[in-house]
């Protein structure tokens, strides 16, 4: 878990060359997008477990939330 002051900063870009480092990419915009997708569809997927018994993250970011609606049950 991250420090909030640490992701207010990553953000922006204002992130320390060794926070760059320990990060292991250089800070970008396109970098915050996957990463704030990434922990989304994590999320979803923790949300979807929890409400239909099942949930999928195939780790692929993606900037557009895409539904997929689940099949009915078959008893």
Do not use: K, Q, Y
């Not at 640490?6 to 060794?18: E, I, M, P, Q, S």
């Not at 477990?49 to 049950?73: D, F, K, Q, Y």
């Amino acid at each position: 878990m991250h420090d909030p002051a640490f992701l207010t900063r990553w953000r922006a870009g204002n992130v320390t060359r060794d926070e760059e480092r320990a990060l292991g990419f250089p800070w970008s915009p396109a970098l915050v997008e996957r990463g704030l997708g990434s922990c989304g569809a994590t999320l979803a997927a923790t949300r979807d477990a929890l409400t239909l018994g099942l949930g999928l993250n195939l780790g692929a970011a993606r900037t557009t939330p895409t539904r997929i609606t689940p099949r009915a049950s078959r008893s």
